[in-house]
């Protein structure tokens, strides 16, 4: 543990730096901490649990529209809608998983998707609650200590931030208690309970965690586009983004989530001129390569070969 | 109009989109049944139908159930090679791994054709588009009622194929249990490949049906019929190609009435609730007989 975080803090420190190395490349920075972040909540629930959830965007829109209503109907600064926000999205998730726990495997991954939709809908149609279809306008924010949190250095140091957090919780997890719960209830939920883990318990603690953690990166990405629409906040192919990043990182590691949101990120940007609009051709095409060739995805097998390899030099030695 | 006859025209629209929802569902619950795979991307190849349809209209000047002909087979084809090159290897992984290879597959093909044919609507105008005729007092619309003759007949051959064949004996045996089938000398790659393809032959069908009535978006019109199917599956139960139909007639009958004697704009949502519901109290579906554990 101490050695993932001495890793995280190394990371942490390059970061900061970051801005100043790289003044002109903020915004893609951005968005490969956010989908790290969001990966690595993901991955609480969908890779340490093993509930494969494709109805995360809804967090995300949940944060990124108290966030930005907040701001612009009652002038509450961004830390306090945040959370709000994550603490709704715990109240969201406990209700959520409550009705759909009951179902296992592929069936709770259909139930997400259900339950995701029908919160777009709402979105889109409850006008009076979230400005409908046009979206909302984010126009001021506060400027804590002089900060203007429009400009890009400040919202990379957010998503920094963010994306820390959530995976020193992951790294605490994986030592704890709680991680060996999750990990129980992932590989067999009967032994779990007879080993006295309360299955359900245990997943929708982990569903109400994955679930804040996002929604505070959520509401991150609302102040980044300062302008929030339920199509694009609540879209199923968010949620399937968020999950094919984790999947393709590594299910149920530490630095998965985070190596795929930069690899992914990374190739969406390298191929944009060539597919435009077309770039979630290229999670079609890896998440089809994990599942085929690399089951554990690319940091899992790294991890597997890393411990074969030390196996075999005790058996030499 | 009086109430009564604004309710039977609901009732009439309802159940020809039902129609439709069920030519989509049986092809999904027909896959499950046997393959126990749930395919993420069965509302993408209906899209691809539908652009088959543009395409073939744009090139030869075809009516979409002219290019039936040559749409059917090659959807087959493209099912039997999608399922030996990538769902043969991952029939026997943990049942998560199916689902994300469809998801690939899925988003492979949106993406795809996004890049073939850009992203604006596409359609294929025929003259009888808004064409319409009544029955004692109902009308009816000509691309609806069309589409509906297509899937009774799809459904009879389906039927027979299934009932009245060899190979038909053999799909159902491999439902029933694979390694019985297995046993007796049946070859179940070989049914697996042929269901696949099936099953994508009639989302093709489907979409090449609905292409006169809706328009063709390359990555959100899939994924809307990926949840319609289902919706349709679940409500009927799922690997039951007779309660698909029921499903879908329900759920089209369900949309239509739900939006204008409730919140139209809530259309979408009515047969997701119903899908949680049954999925939460009732898994095996309105009229599955066998009580599985899901």
Known sequence: ?317 | MAGIDIFLQNVANGVLMGGVYALIGIGLTLVFGVMRTINFAHGDFVVLGMYSAVLFNALLGWDPYLSLLLAMPIGFLTGVIVERFILSRVIDAPPESALLATLGISLIIGNAILLTFGGEPRSVQVSYASSTFSIAGVNVSMVLLLAGIATVIMIAALYALLNRTEIGRAIRGTAENRLGAELVGIDTRRIHSIVFGLGVMLAVMAGVTLIPLLFATPTNTGAVFTLKAFVVTVLGGLGNVGAAIAGGILLGVVEVLGASYFMSEYREAYGLIAFLLILLFRPEGLFGRTVKRV
Do not use: C
Not at chain 1, 192 to 197: F, N, P, Q, S, V
Not at chain 1, 229 to 243: G, K, T
Not at chain 1, 292 to 305: D, K, N, Q, S, T
């Open chain 1, 1 to 317: 543990m101490t050695k993932h975080l001495i890793g995280l803090g190394l990371l942490l420190a390059a970061g900061i730096a970051y801005p100043a190395i790289f003044p002109n490349n903020l915004t893609i920075a951005i968005s490969v901490l956010l989908f790290a972040g969001w990966a690595t909540s993901w991955d609480l629930l969908g890779g340490w649990n093993g509930q494969v959830s494709l109805g995360h965007a809804s967090f995300v829109g949940l944060g990124a529209y108290f966030v930005a209503i907040g701001q612009s109907q009652f002038g509450l600064a961004p830390w306090w809608t945040m959370a709000m926000a994550a603490a709704f999205a715990a109240i969201l998730g406990y209700f959520w998983g409550w009705l759909t726990f009951s179902l296992r495997g592929p069936y709770f991954s259909l139930s997400t998707i259900a339950v995701a939709e029908i919160l777009r809908l709402v979105a889109i149609n409850e006008d009076w609650l979230t400005g409908g279809a046009t979206g909302v306008f984010i126009a001021t924010l506060p400027e804590p200590f002089g900060i203007d949190l429009f400009s890009r250095t400040a919202q990379f140091y957010m998503a920094l931030a963010f994306a820390a957090v959530v995976i020193a919780t992951v790294i605490v997890i994986s030592r704890a208690r709680f991680g060996f719960q999750l990990r129980a209830v992932r590989e067999d939920e009967d032994s779990a309970m007879a080993a006295g883990i309360d299955p359900t318990a245990t997943k929708l603690k982990a569903f109400m965690l994955s679930a804040a953690l996002t929604s505070i990166g959520g509401g991150i990405y609302g102040i980044v586009l300062a302008f929030i629409e339920p199509h694009v906040m609540f879209a199923l192919l968010l949620s399937v983004q968020i999950a094919l990043t984790a999947i393709i990182g590594g299910r149920g590691t530490i630095w998965g989530p985070a190596a795929g949101a930069l690899v992914l990120v990374g190739a969406g940007e390298m191929f944009r001129t060539t597919f435009a609009e077309a770039n979630m051709l290229i999670y079609g095409i890896l998440i089809l390569v994990v599942v085929l060739f690399v089951p554990r995805g690319i940091v899992g097998e790294l991890a597997r070969r890393h411990i074969r390899r030390l196996y075999a030099k005790r058996a030499q030695s």
